[in-house]
């Protein structure tokens, strides 16, 4: 079985421009979701969503944002980069997400640097 | 959200035991713990879980204290490629697949 996937795996951009950053998670997985890593941070939640609908959300600012297809493949989008943004964005996938008894799988993420 | 801390660092040598701590008081009842590890250029890697008693896998063990205030990760045998920086996270039962990381351990394994 086919893993975690994301695209691109790096990513240039400048402040000020926006970046969509796309996630397939494993086949039958319908929960997705997205983490920031950076050094001075560690890893940090974002978002989460399942069957298309956002159901959790971490402490970050409008500027980031994301949305689920019906296939379950996701993106995230961030709009106005700042140089903060610069990071590893990582995607995790589940079964369902519930419970917090679920193993989750991770993609080798996107590394984006916002010049 | 659940708290939790790790030393920053650890070493240890080929073929020996491993066992990397975690501290996490502020985590309730229904809260899983969570062991991930992660290489560079790599995302994280699912390594063990769980909620009250102790678990075995192929990989790991996972000691929970009877307060459940701290867990020790347990490498039976440490090899070359058991090197990595392990997370400890924690999730709520009420916020489903979301991951409160912590810090993370860089392990050192020496020849």
Same mark, same amino acid.
């Given at each position: 079985?086919?893993?975690?996937?994301?695209?691109?795996?790096?990513?240039?951009?400048?402040?000020?421009?926006?970046?969509?950053?796309?996630?397939?998670?494993?086949?039958?997985?319908?929960?997705?979701?997205?983490?920031?890593?950076?050094?001075?941070?560690?890893?940090?939640?974002?978002?989460?969503?399942?069957?298309?609908?956002?159901?959790?959300?971490?402490?970050?600012?409008?500027?980031?944002?994301?949305?689920?297809?019906?296939?379950?493949?996701?993106?995230?989008?961030?709009?106005?980069?700042?140089?903060?943004?610069?990071?590893?964005?990582?995607?995790?996938?589940?079964?369902?997400?519930?419970?917090?008894?679920?193993?989750?799988?991770?993609?080798?993420?996107?590394?984006?640097?916002?010049? | 959200?659940? *708290?939790?801390?790790?030393?920053?660092?650890?070493?240890?040598?080929?073929?020996?035991?491993?066992?990397?701590?975690?501290?996490?008081?502020?985590?309730?009842?229904?809260?899983?713990?969570?062991?991930? /590890?992660?290489?560079?250029?790599?995302?994280?890697?699912?390594?063990?879980?769980?909620?009250?008693?102790?678990?075995?896998?192929?990989?790991?063990?996972?000691?929970?204290?009877?307060? /459940? *205030?701290?867990?020790?990760?347990?490498?039976?045998?440490?090899?070359?490629?058991?090197?990595?920086?392990?997370?400890?996270?924690?999730?709520?039962?009420?916020?489903?697949?979301?991951?409160?990381?912590?810090?993370?351990?860089?392990?050192?394994?020496?020849?």
């Amino acid at each position: 079985k086919a893993g975690v996937t994301q695209t691109p795996r790096y990513l240039i951009k400048t402040r000020g421009q926006q970046v969509t950053l796309s996630c397939s998670p494993i086949s039958g997985h319908r929960s997705v979701s997205w983490y920031q890593q950076t050094p001075g941070q560690g890893l940090q939640f974002l978002f989460e969503y399942f069957s298309e609908t956002q159901r959790n959300k971490g402490n970050f600012p409008g500027r980031f944002s994301g949305r689920q297809f019906s296939n379950s493949r996701s993106e995230m989008n961030v709009s106005t980069l700042e140089l903060g943004d610069s990071a590893l964005y990582l995607c995790a996938s589940s079964f369902t997400g519930l419970a917090g008894g679920e193993t989750q799988y991770f993609g080798p993420g996107t590394r984006l640097l916002v010049l | 959200d659940a *708290k939790t801390t790790q030393p920053n660092s650890m070493e240890s040598n080929e073929e020996e035991p491993v066992h990397l701590p975690c501290n996490h008081s502020t985590i309730s009842g229904t809260d899983y713990i969570h062991w991930y /590890r992660q290489l560079p250029s790599q995302g994280p890697e699912y390594v063990i879980h769980g909620l009250t008693s102790n678990v075995n896998n192929r990989m790991a063990s996972l000691a929970i204290a009877e307060d /459940r *205030k701290s867990s020790t990760l347990i490498l039976h045998r440490a090899t070359l490629r058991d090197a990595a920086v392990y997370y400890c996270a924690a999730s709520l039962r009420t916020s489903g697949s979301r991951l409160t990381f912590g810090e993370g351990t860089q392990l050192t394994v020496n020849p």
